[in-house]
């Protein structure tokens, strides 16, 4: 028994080269000949299924077996063939071995189909980019994109729209991102002449990302609010639209929008999308906390997103209590974590709500007290922390957070009985915040949802139409004379 163990183990590792090879191969052909089937029949869903099939195959693949593949599909001696090939890195003879053995045992049909040879040049950006080649990535999605200006076929924009991903990343990560930005804003005229909607989208995300990579608010504001605007294609895109909309209303102190479009980012965002969602929680977070709203603590213990918001919910803390000391405590520990984030500035803009949450609860817990230990208890910093004391309870109390006077010539602040706030118009706002947001989701889905095309019904034949018409025209005479016999 213990032979016949080991004799059944032993060829494993052998042959898993030889195993995993074909089989990768093997589908790829099938996703060309899908490609081939949907480029004929001008059938778009079947490129969309072909990219998703490849994103799913991308960690199966190797060298020698996309080699195999471009010369499967790309005809022998091409200029496509020869440029891609010379991008690929040598893998050692044994692998390239089996790979032509197991293409050599079908007979190779050559396409010159664009949309397969516009295929090769995204499987092999892929490959470079997660073999971390960025060089040869930035070589190849050039190449890429200048033979796409070239074409014009619908069958062609899920392929270019994946292609100006991956171009953009490819100099992202190099961080030669400036480079492309006048490309990119050709690229979007074009598609804009040509009608490609998808691209459009991809392009003004990518556009944004630029800008907002450089900090250019203004000129992404400026961007996006010129472009023309029409029904989101791709959920992924209109999640990534309304996350750099996001990030541009809260620069622009334009908080209440920001924070619809974040959380409805986070909200519409695939569960896959870990990354994307945590980004998203994080400035929805000092979103509300700059509208002086306080995350509820389910925000921060979702499911794979505990380590990454911990900064925040220690954050959200200090300001939920109006500790000024904690809240300087909390930035400076995890000043590295929001400088990568990108929110540090936003943070120096929460220590005004810190001391405006702190005086909040002083007037709630006094009925009087002196300014003196009401910059103790704010823990003010300042020269004159009297004199700050007095201008920030005047501020606070001229913007109505709280109810309260000031007597300046025995130094008090003197705070007013809580009325109940239901003798107010404060529950009638919240509800009907509450009443809009769920007719909106509501309005949002019945937009989304698509309907199947009218093939079912029955057509209706020329008999019947002059049928139908002959009562149409009896209907108008009789409506004709009645209104006759009425005058």
Not at 193 to 209: C, K, M, S, V
Not at 273 to 297: H, M, S, T, Y
Request: proline share 3%; aromatic share 8%.
């Amino acid at each position: 028994m213990t032979q016949d163990v080991e004799m059944k183990e032993l060829p494993a590792p052998s042959n898993s080269v030889s195993s995993t090879g074909p089989s990768t191969l093997q589908q790829l052909k099938e996703i060309s000949s899908l490609i081939e089937t949907g480029a004929y029949a001008r059938e778009v869903r079947r490129i969309v299924r072909a990219v998703r099939l490849t994103i799913a195959l991308r960690r199966k693949l190797k060298a020698s077996v996309v080699s195999a593949f471009l010369n499967f599909a790309l005809s022998p001696g091409s200029e496509a063939l020869t440029r891609l090939s010379s991008y690929l890195p040598k893998e050692d003879e044994h692998d390239m071995e089996v790979d032509t053995a197991s293409s050599t045992t079908q007979a190779p049909v050559k396409h010159s189909l664009p949309e397969l040879e516009i295929y090769c040049y995204l499987l092999v950006l892929i490959f470079l980019i997660d073999q971390k080649k960025y060089p040869e990535a930035k070589a190849c999605s050039s190449s890429s994109i200048a033979r796409l200006k070239n074409l014009n076929k619908r069958t062609v924009d899920v392929l270019a729209s994946r292609l100006y991903f991956y171009y953009s990343l490819s100099y992202e990560l190099t961080g030669d991102l400036a480079e492309i930005r006048g490309n990119l804003l050709a690229l979007h005229r074009i598609a804009t002449l040509r009608h490609d909607e998808l691209g459009q989208e991809t392009l003004l995300n990518l556009l944004l990302r630029n800008y907002l990579h450089y900090n250019l608010y203004d000129q992404a504001e400026k961007l996006r609010s010129k472009a023309p605007r029409f029904e989101a294609h791709s959920n992924q895109q209109f999640c990534r639209y309304l996350f750099y909309l996001g990030k541009i209303r809260t620069i622009q102190l334009e908080y209440t929008d920001a924070k619809e479009s974040l959380l409805q980012a986070a909200r519409k965002a695939p569960v896959a999308a870990l990354g994307f969602r945590v980004q998203c929680n994080k400035w929805a977070v000092i979103v509300r906390l700059l509208l002086g709203e306080i995350p509820e603590r389910t925000v921060f213990m979702q499911k794979g997103m505990e380590k990454a918001l911990r900064p925040y919910f220690e954050l959200t803390n200090a300001v939920r209590i109006g500790d000024l000391e904690l809240f300087r405590t909390v930035a400076d520990k995890f000043s590295s974590t929001f400088t990568a984030d990108r929110t540090h500035n936003l943070i120096v803009r929460l220590r005004h709500n810190v001391i405006r949450t702190g005086l909040r609860n002083i007037s709630i817990s006094y009925s009087r007290i002196s300014l003196v230990d009401v910059a103790k208890k704010l823990r003010l910093d300042s020269p004159n922390p009297v004199a700050d004391a007095e201008s920030i309870v005047s501020k606070a109390i001229r913007d109505s957070a709280i109810d309260a006077t000031l007597d300046h010539a025995n130094g008090w602040m003197v705070s007013k009985e809580t009325g109940d706030i239901y003798s107010t118009n404060e529950p009638q706002i919240a509800f009907n915040s509450r009443i809009a947001f769920c007719l909106n989701m509501h309005n949002e889905a019945v937009r989304a949802l698509r309907f199947p095309p009218n093939s079912h019904k029955e057509k209706e034949s020329a008999e019947k139409r002059r049928e139908r018409q002959q009562q149409e025209q009896e209907l108008a005479k009789h409506i004709a004379e009645e209104d006759d016999d009425e005058f």
